[in-house]
């Protein structure tokens, strides 16, 4: 027999788990962005295999050029999909089987021993995986596991790249310097082999699936299902702002901030200066000090970019981008001095400070489709890249220099710079406003 009364009885609610000192969405960045240092040491490596390359199968540096501009037009065509492949199969899945591709890719190329073979593992695998884990790769991980600094997080994984930069290259110079080049590929896929176990065991593809709220969140996020109609939103996306001036203008100066460069100078800066004496190692090292100088100016564009119309920075950018290139011929030598010193400071600033305005103008143009917008923006950069890439090697072979390369490359910039001014100036919610 059981006694009841009218009374509601208090149910006391369950003990509130105390949540980690340290959320696990740091954990999460900090993953990605080991993922996103090594993809930068899978990029930087064709810049120092040009010249081996030409010299052990006598291979012209069109033919490896091509190889590397296939690279470069992958990684960009990729990322716009990256995201879409993520939202359906989860990012742990896409980074874990993208590191492998590399990782295969990479391995390969010491046992090639023709031209289709370096095209088909450095060109077509490591590109496929690289993109991969492109900015699409650094949008998504922000995007699920961080409501508050944002900001903060997509500026540490971009500069990520800059830091891997900095970190391989002088290694790599060294081992393709003094080792040859197949020790230097075989450190690029165990590095790719290396990074799988942490992503595997550390990354998640939401809060979620821990049962955590994302950082600066006040509740929990239900995890969504799985997108299956991401990818033909994508090409939906890009047919509509294809029909748009300003998608074609932005992606027009992206292709040329591309061709500037990781198609000219990260890819035939070191050949280049070897040319006129400078060893290999020396000449790697300016291009990792580029990359230390990358994230101050990344960084502090991002601030101009908040404060100042973004068009007339764009075409600033590239005039100065421009002008220093067209002094470059001249300041190559044997040996580093302070001219050239303060050409790689400068350069460094500029080198990726297009990318906040372009971001900005995309937002106030595209509203909420400008993340995807600015993807296929980005794969307009590496295209650009990728073209420049392949010409460079050709205009190497055909004039015996590179002094056209980067003289063309500057009339270009100057082309970007008045594009970047054309652009029709709108208001955040895309009203047009006067110039």
Known sequence: MTQTTDDLQVVPAPPHEAEPRIHRAWFVAAVAFVTIIGAAAFRSLPGLLIDPLHQEFHWSRGTIGAAVSVNLALYGLTAPFA???MDRFGIRKVVAVALTVIAVGSGLTVFMDAAWQLMLCWGMLVGLGSGSMALAFAATVTNRWFTARRGLVTGILTAASASGQLIFLPLLS????????????????????????FVWLLLRDHPADVGLAPYGA???????APVTGAARRTLTVLAKAARTGPFWLLAGTFAICGASTNGLVQTH??????????????????????????????IFSGWLTDRFESRRLLATYYALRGISLLFLPMLLAPTVHPPMIFFIVFYGLDWVATVPPTIALCRKHYGEDSAIVFGWVLASHQVGAAVVAFLGGVARDVFGSYDVVWYASGALCAAAALMALVIRHRGPGGEPLAA
């Open 269 to 298: 800066f070191v050949p280049a200066a070897h040319d006129h004496g400078m060893p290999v190692t020396a000449a790697a090292g300016l291009l990792a000090v580029i990359g230390v100088f990358d994230v101050a100016g990344t």
């Open 218 to 224: 006040s509740a929990p996020v239900p995890k969504p």
């Open 83 to 85: 995201a879409a492949l």
């Open 174 to 197: 060294w081992m393709v310097e003094a080792h040859g080049w197949r020790p230097a590929a075989i450190t690029v896929a165990l590095a790719a082999l290396a990074v799988v176990p």
